[in-house]
């Protein structure tokens, strides 16, 4: 008969849980049994690693500068909106 | 940089300046965040351009319950979705869709083919400033609801409540479009930067 409980995660149902692990909204048990796999499995803490880059660089984004002709834009349209106003 | 409060308080007292500060702060992500909802840029732009007018005339009536960025937010994501979808939008987020493509998996469950290498490659194209147009790139192969939750989680820094409010998704919908955008867009990466061997 096969053992229910306190099976070992394998990589594949791993990498499911690793944006619940980083939200922090695993049970206390199931991120027990995440950083047991974790710590016997070199591939699943590089892909752990790669998902918090993937994270990272996303963040690391600039948002492109407004030209110097969208900033008229945007100063005409608050101006006429203010003369809207009055 | 002032703050969006203080931005707020300046605009409130009529000061032209403080507006062109805050489209400076938030237009280019409207942008991306419209251009998943709507055919084209054109159109990404006039939802824009109609949601900074929406915004001057609610800004009397702001209340602040929630921040400024959220309130902004949920103007253009209310206009863009009233403006039209360029795709099926309500793709069942019950739908499986694996982190990984499973054929890297052998029968035991265990990695058959494991990721390849590729984070300190991604960091030296940062480094040399060549990145960020190939990060853009891949943002937009993801499919549009993914895209919109991980622009706003992990681009724009919002907490899970305030993209839950701004587009109007369940907690547990936002962390699954939120694990399945960042999955894809891991594997993209991947596939970007791997090492060559």
């Given at each position: ?15 499911e849980?690793?944006t619940?692990?980083l ?6 048990r ?14 699943c803490?590089?892909y ?11 963040g ?27 | ?15 032209e300046?403080?507006?062109v500060?805050?489209v400076?702060?938030?237009?280019e ?6 251009a998943?909802?709507v055919?084209?840029?054109a159109?990404a732009?006039?939802v ?15 209340e602040g319950?929630?921040?400024?960025k959220t309130?902004l937010?949920r103007i ?16 069942p987020v019950?739908?499986?869709e ?7 998996f ?5 990695w ?10 991604a960091?030296?194209r940062m ?6 147009d ?9 499919p ?28 547990g919908n ?8 960042r ?15």
């Amino acid at each position: 008969m096969k053992l229910l409980h306190r099976r070992d995660l394998v990589c594949r149902e791993a990498v499911e849980l690793v944006t619940d692990y980083l939200e922090g909204t695993l049970s206390a048990r199931a991120q027990r049994r995440f950083e047991a796999h974790l710590a016997g499995c070199p591939h699943c803490t590089e892909y752990l690693a790669q998902m918090r880059e993937t994270i990272s660089l996303t963040g690391r984004l600039e948002p492109e500068d407004l030209t110097p002709q969208m900033r008229d834009e945007f100063t005409d349209l608050y101006r006429r909106w203010q003369s809207e106003q009055q | 940089m002032d703050s969006d409060s203080e931005l707020l308080l300046r605009l409130r007292s009529g000061d032209e300046r403080a507006f062109v500060s805050l489209v400076e702060r938030y237009h280019e992500p409207m942008l991306r965040l419209a251009a998943s909802f709507v055919p084209n840029r054109a159109v990404a732009e006039e939802v824009v351009q109609d949601t900074w007018l929406a915004v001057l005339r609610g800004l009397e009536n702001f209340e602040g319950r929630s921040s400024l960025k959220t309130w902004l937010f949920r103007i253009l994501v209310n206009r863009a979705r009233s403006t039209g979808s360029k795709e099926q939008r309500s793709v069942p987020v019950a739908d499986p869709e694996p982190a990984v493509d499973p054929s890297r998996f052998g029968g035991d469950g265990g990695w058959a083919d494991p990721p390849e290498h590729w984070i300190e490659a991604a960091e030296r194209r940062m480094e040399a400033g060549k990145l960020a147009d190939r990060v853009r790139g891949c943002l937009g192969e993801l499919p549009a609801r993914q895209r919109e939750v991980v622009l706003l989680r992990d681009l724009e820094g919002m907490s899970s409540e305030e993209v839950c409010a701004v587009l109007a998704l369940t907690e547990g919908n936002q962390r699954v479009l939120l694990h399945r955008g960042r999955s894809r867009l891991r594997q993209l990466f991947e596939d970007e930067f791997r090492e060559v061997r």
